[in-house]
């Protein structure tokens, strides 16, 4: 991987340009301490020939590497999460934005993204040609925005549900993809690495245990306390046999639904857990919404990520099309909090933003953002 | 699949009714002014009934079933205004409507509809819209959500025939709650519509349709397990709904939506006959059904509630309190591009919608009148200038 030959004129002429523009260096096999590199794609919706793709529910397909990096944390604690995408081949067509929106997925969820400019973005800068000059700013402003490394970026996740395995061998297809698209259904959701596991996070309401294998005599010990006091576990075919009573009506067709203690196990009808995009929209139906952390309206192809606490809470919001919507954006964060700001490098200044009470939250009414903002309530 | 008695009947007395117009017999319907959804609701709600007759003679010891208006996704709005006050029927009138339907005496109250893509509950289809579910649920004894989007965990429908043999379709396939019940309501919100011109009481009940048979993802041969999608056979005819339900008539059907929906719509309130109507536009839109039949849409505070037993009545006098004319033809407003639903239910013998013919108590028209006609006009001029460029 290469930087650009030429940058622009003050960073030529400086000993470090790079760390001038407020980047760090990377060369292949040559990582600064402490950090680790994972593959990933090109935050945004999937760019293809003749416009984007479409998931299984007809809505464009997005990519995101929130959940790579949160998952590569989890597994390497300490260390920072950078991801490296494949270059932009020489016929793509990238908007600045996309820059933009893979700075900001990263960073929102505590990582970092290595920026490969196109060959077009390198003769522009080359030849100081205006749009790449504006673009280059731009992008210089989202990594010195996030570069002042706020704790807004380290936040834990907030979360009512958590996906619990070990995320690999067997399992890491199914687990991966889980992970990948609750958040692309706007569910938040903790991660618990079974392989490690000691007890599960405080204040959950739902659990995944999607693995092939049973749990650990641990892990099922934990799972079946936190059924008893009242939590739910959606699991499969590894789980065995659900003591409890099968309730007559379940939220979904493809799981039966028992009662255990106060609280409730679900396992698909058919025994199987073997459709990620499924078992997440399936996790959001067991669940239900009376325990959700947060909504959005109009929030499109918005991606949502919800940290902190009850007492504190930061959702970033990356608008993964690039462009403002149409359509006024509203969020509800639950919590009685009492004032809301909305930290983005679309503005020069930190925005604050009227909030009012509703059931057992606030809603706020966001100005339009096109790439990325946190809105930090307290 | 089950051939109900309802459906016999229907085949029975379609045998009766004349293949030509019929006016029904004049109806009573009662306007209200109510300046918001809090305590001037109640009182108005009730006062309306009392006008009607009484709602204690028409639910005690009854089951009940209210179809209320949630098109469309709860997590989409106009602008940053809560779905209620723009498109939803708003849960107060859904509650207060219930509680009264309670006092009256009814065994059972059930609220029904078909919401946007989903066979899960209503409680959580409403919690995604900034709802609590328990106000309505607690409003009076034994009330329910049922969604009717499908046929329900034991997948069984029932079969509703249209007299007549439809404008379109000779009969429906419906989720089994709309024959169990003794009365059936619609609590629709008064709106401007794209493709109908208006949607009032009747239009409402285009949304009983499961999409597990006439959506998008709906199965070829059977129904789908669970519904995906919208209902784009209604507007376009492109397919058929699954095999094993009644099929559209196969001679002089239309293609165009602004022919067709008007046509199902009647046919589809003279399967499942409305008992009792009622619309409400104390806060509501103007310019369209819903946040994506923009540009042109606004917001606005019509402060009026209607209710009737004929839904033809109901729907006209609706007509008028939006300065719209219930005998209009087609290419005049608010029916510009379609036909006039309320003639195609007259024909259809639900009931009349000639002004001469309707009693009104209450408010007047001309004390409860909103100009969603007016409106209209902005809105044409508008898209007429973002064309010209």
Redesign the interface.
């Known amino acids: 991987m290469e930087w650009p030959i030429s940058w622009p004129a003050a960073w030529r002429a400086s000993k470090s340009p790079v760390e001038m523009a407020g980047f760090s260096r990377y060369e292949s096999g040559r990582l600064p301490p402490g950090v680790i590199v994972v593959k990933g794609d090109w935050a945004g919706v999937a760019r293809q020939t003749g416009g984007g793709s479409a998931g299984p529910t007809?809505a464009p397909w997005v990519d995101s590497n929130g959940w790579r990096i949160r998952l590569a944390r989890m597994q390497n604690p300490g260390r920072t999460v950078w991801v490296e995408c494949e270059a932009a081949k020489d016929n793509d067509v990238i908007r600045p934005e996309q820059y933009l929106l893979g700075v900001a997925d990263a960073a929102a969820h505590s990582g970092r993204w290595v920026v490969t400019l196109d060959s077009a973005f390198q003769k522009g800068l080359d030849g100081r040609a205006a749009l790449a000059t504006t673009a280059w700013e731009r992008l210089r402003g989202a990594v010195k925005f996030f570069g002042q490394r706020e704790d807004r970026e380290t936040l834990p996740a907030r979360a009512a549900l958590a996906v619990v395995s070990d995320f690999a061998g067997d399992n890491e297809f199914l687990s991966h993809e889980i992970l990948n698209l609750a958040a692309r259904q706007q569910l938040p959701y903790l991660l618990v690495d079974k392989s490690k596991f000691t007890r599960l996070p405080d204040g959950l309401k739902a659990v995944v245990y999607a693995d092939a294998q049973a749990p650990s005599t641990v892990l099922r010990a934990a799972l079946a306390a936190f059924v008893k006091g009242g939590g739910l576990l959606i699991t499969g075919a590894a789980w065995g046999k659900a003591e409890g009573t099968a309730l007559?009506?379940?939220?979904?067709?493809r799981y039966t639904v028992y009662t255990v203690g106060q609280g409730r196990i679900a396992i698909p009808t058919d025994s199987k857990m073997d459709d990620p995009y499924l078992v997440a929209a399936d996790a959001q139906?067991l669940l239900?919404?009376?325990h959700?952390v947060m909504?959005?309206?109009?929030?499109g192809i918005l991606g949502a990520y919800p940290t902190g606490d009850a007492k504190r809470t930061v959702v970033h919001l990356i608008n993964y099309s690039g462009r403002v919507g149409g359509?006024?954006v509203?969020l509800?964060i639950a919590g009685a909090f009492q004032n809301a700001t909305l930290f983005s490098f679309e503005f020069a200044e930190p925005k604050k933003l009227a909030l009012t009470r509703?059931?057992g939250g606030v809603?706020i009414?966001l100005p339009p953002l096109a790439v990325y903002g946190a809105v930090e309530v307290r | 699949m089950n051939l109900t008695r309802r459906a016999m009947l229907a085949v029975a007395g379609a045998a009766l009714i004349p293949g030509r117009a019929v006016a029904a017999p004049g109806s009573r319907v009662a306007v209200a002014q109510c300046p918001d959804y809090g305590r001037s609701l109640m009182p108005a709600l009730s006062r309306m009934f009392d006008q009607l007759g009484g709602l204690e003679k028409l639910v005690r010891g009854k089951t009940v079933a209210m179809k209320v208006n949630l098109t469309g996704s709860p997590t989409y709005r106009l602008g940053y205004v809560a779905l209620e006050s723009t498109h939803y029927t708003h849960p107060a009138v859904i509650g207060v409507t219930a509680h009264l339907m309670g006092r009256a005496g009814a065994r059972r109250i059930r609220i029904l509809e078909s919401p946007w893509s989903t066979a899960g509950p209503i409680e959580e289809y409403v919690l995604q819209a900034n709802w609590e579910p328990d106000e309505i649920l607690k409003a009076a004894p034994k009330v329910e959500f049922v969604n009717t989007n499908w046929g329900g965990p034991k997948m069984k429908y029932s079969r509703f025939m249209t007299p007549n043999g439809g404008h379109i379709y000779p009969g429906f396939d419906l989720h089994p709650a709309y024959e169990e019940c003794d009365v059936f309501v619609s609590v629709a919100k008064m709106k401007d519509h794209v493709t109908a011109g208006i949607t009032l009481s009747m239009k409402n009940c285009f949304g009983i349709t499961p999409c597990t048979i006439y959506g998008a993802g709906a199965g070829a041969d059977a129904p789908s397990l669970t519904p995906t999608g919208g209902r784009g056979m209604f507007h376009d005819g492109l397919r058929q709904p699954s095999k094993s339900s009644p099929q559209e008539r196969s001679h002089n059907v239309p293609k165009d939506g602004g022919s067709r929906v008007p046509r199902i719509v009647a046919d589809i309130v003279a399967a499942r006959p409305i008992h009792l109507a009622i619309v409400e536009a104390v806060e509501t839109m103007a310019g369209g059904e819903g946040p994506w039949t923009g540009p042109g849409l606004r917001v606005v505070s019509p402060k009026v509630l209607v209710a009737g037993l004929n839904p033809v009545a109901t729907d006209a006098v609706c007509m008028r309190l939006m300065n719209y004319d219930p005998m209009a033809q087609r290419g005049t407003a608010p029916f510009e591009t379609c036909d006039n639903t309320l003639a195609l239910a007259e024909q259809h013998g639900v009931g009349t919608r000639d002004p001469n013919q309707i009693e009104v108590v209450g408010a007047t028209i001309e004390q409860a009148k909103f100009n969603f006609a007016a409106l209209r006009e902005e809105k044409k001029k508008l898209i007429g200038r973002r064309r010209r460029g």
């Open positions: 007809g007559p009506d379940s939220p979904t067709v139906m239900g919404h009376r959700d909504r959005l309206w109009n929030g359509d006024p509203s509800w509703q059931r809603e009414h």
